[in-house]
């Protein structure tokens, strides 16, 4: 009997150091997991502080890559304008058959063509690294709009007016023009047949409706640049 007495107290003496390991062990446990947990969070934290500073980064770079586009684009804008408005002047005069120097000098800048190049770079390496790295939804959908729409219909319409000088105006160049400067003057050998050919006049409408198409663009594309460069700067507040 005395023995048996001996080993309940043994087996519960040794339940227990059990029912306390597994305590021990249970604690351990869940401080481990609380320590994932918090270094988890602490990462989480990190790579959210970088993905931040990242993308306001990126917006400052995209933000000086659109200024000098708004400003490039403006420059031409002026000179497509410029280069319409002097085709009417031209016309008109020649349809009254008046057939003065001051034609000479107007043509130089009509017969030319205008010249862009965007400044993407910062847009790729964004593009790179996602864009969904930009947090407003908005200003994403307006990046893609001016990058792949945007630039791709005034690189068009600008290479049609760029065509069309190549193919239409340098054989007139060099058949019908004694002398010629870029953007300053054309001088034909023999005005009066020049200006009298219809040929040489619907030149002048072709070429004048293809820098029309390019007006429309480039004041398409800086409007977009405007409303990007607002949400860039409201994002910055």
Do not use: H
């Not at 319409?84 to 009254?96: A, F, G, H, N, P």
Request: some cysteine; proline content about 2%.
């Amino acid at each position: 009997m005395i023995k048996l007495f001996r080993n309940i107290r043994k087996n519960l003496l040794n339940e227990g150091k059990t029912t306390k390991y597994f305590k021990y062990a249970i604690g351990e446990i869940v401080l481990v997991v609380i320590g994932i947990l918090i270094a988890l969070s602490i990462n989480n934290w990190n790579e959210g502080r970088k993905a931040n500073i990242f993308e306001d980064e990126i917006l400052n770079l995209i933000d000086q890559n659109l200024e000098i586009d708004s400003i490039s684009i403006s420059e031409e804008l002026y000179k497509t304008k410029q280069a319409i408005e002097l085709t009417d002047r031209l016309l008109q005069k020649v349809s009254q058959k008046e057939y003065s120097d001051s034609l000479n000098n107007w043509m130089g800048k009509i017969i030319s063509f205008e010249r862009f190049k965007s400044q993407s770079s910062a847009f790729e390496v964004l593009k790179a690294r996602g864009i969904e790295t930009i947090s407003n939804k908005e200003l994403q959908i307006k990046l893609i709009s001016y990058y792949d729409e945007s630039l791709y219909k005034l690189y068009e319409s600008l290479s049609d007016v760029n065509v069309s000088f190549m193919a239409d105006w340098v054989p007139v160049i060099k058949t019908d023009f004694s002398d010629f400067k870029w953007r300053e003057y054309c001088i034909p050998t023999d005005p009066k047949a020049f200006f009298e050919k219809p040929s040489s006049i619907i030149l002048f409408k072709i070429y004048k409706d293809n820098r029309l198409g390019q007006v429309r663009n480039m004041e398409s594309a800086s409007a977009k640049i405007s409303e990007i460069r607002t949400l860039i700067k409201k994002d910055f507040k």
